[in-house]
């Protein structure tokens, strides 16, 4: 399908959609998993166009050239819950998401979109691809990005078979800090959004097991704010890369403060890659504060990925 395999498997009962992609002619070598977490939001993996009247798919991973990491590699990525793996563009919002007809997200995918449905899912996933001849038992990397940074960390903490992290544009203090952080940087004397963050949150903490509600639910907000990521990333011994754009306003501060804290407690199995004057997804950000999809970053990023696991 397009390049990939497509696997399934059951977890709770629902089935879980994967997406492996391997080197032509390499698919049955035997390789280690390179896991990459998906981000936010209720995104198909494959999202289908049409050029010329022939169909294509946009680009399942942020980066595009995977030649680098194919040859070392088997590229995993798994589907959100109750959420096609592949459909028409057109049937879609206009930032991709997939909604039912009443314009909601789907029930089921918001009841499981938490931290802890994705972490425990991925983990049996990894047992499932590892009974497969083609995957090596040696290493396994995780990678995520935003959202999935914190899925990615969750999981190394939990999965002693995880060799390396790559912790990307992840706020190593947690969802609710980045509400704060995006907040200030947008908020007047008039507005003070960041209040209304701050209120928001006391209604989280009066009700932290509510899964009520058509987006993030007060049990997936809480369970990526508290505990902070910090502190289960701060319990790793494996190699971690922690990579960020130092224009990302959801990160102000954060990125930065975990650094130093990671040096004062002399942690040497930690990597810092900061990326001056770009943004959460690696583009740059101009100086009137718009950013520039001109310039596409994520290739470099992934190249860096690459040369710190050959380093480490």
């Known amino acids: 399908m397009y390049g990939f395999r497509h696997l399934q498997t059951v977890h709770n009962g629902d089935t879980v959609d994967i997406l492996i992609k391997s080197k032509t002619g390499e698919e049955q070598t035997v390789k280690p998993l390179f896991f990459f977490c998906q981000g936010s939001l209720p995104i198909p993996l494959m999202i289908r166009h049409y050029r010329d009247g022939e169909s294509a798919i946009y680009n399942v991973f942020p980066f595009e050239k995977l030649d680098n990491i194919l040859t070392t590699y088997h590229i995993v990525i798994v589907g959100k819950p109750y959420i096609p793996l592949i459909i028409d563009e057109k049937l879609l919002n206009k930032d991709m998401t997939y909604s039912e007809r009443t314009k909601m997200f789907s029930r089921k995918y918001v009841e499981r979109n938490l931290l802890s449905y994705y972490v425990n899912r991925n983990n049996e996933v990894i047992d499932f691809l590892r009974t497969q001849t083609f995957v090596s038992k040696k290493n396994l990397v995780l990678a995520g990005h935003s959202e999935g940074s914190a899925i990615a960390a969750k999981m190394a903490y939990s999965n002693r078979k995880v060799t390396k992290l790559i912790y990307s544009a992840g706020n190593p203090l947690g969802r609710m ?8 940087v947008t908020e007047t004397d008039s507005s003070k959004q960041a209040s209304l963050v701050f209120e928001n949150w006391k209604g989280i903490i009066s009700s932290p097991k509510s899964i009520e509600g058509f987006g993030d639910t007060n049990k997936g907000t809480f369970e990526f704010s508290y505990p902070p990521p910090m502190k289960y990333l701060l319990k790793l011994k494996i190699p971690v890369l922690v990579t960020y754009g130092t224009k990302d306003y959801g990160l ?7 650094r130093l804290e990671v040096i004062r407690l002399g942690k040497t199995n930690f990597t810092f890659k900061d990326y001056i004057g770009l943004e959460h997804n690696y583009f740059p950000l101009e100086a009137n504060g718009e950013i520039n999809y001109e310039i596409y970053n994520w290739d470099k990023i992934a190249n860096d990925w690459i040369e710190w696991l050959r380093n480490n």
């Open 252 to 258: 102000i501060n954060s990125a930065d403060y975990f």
């Open 177 to 184: 800090m980045t509400n704060v952080a995006r907040s200030r």
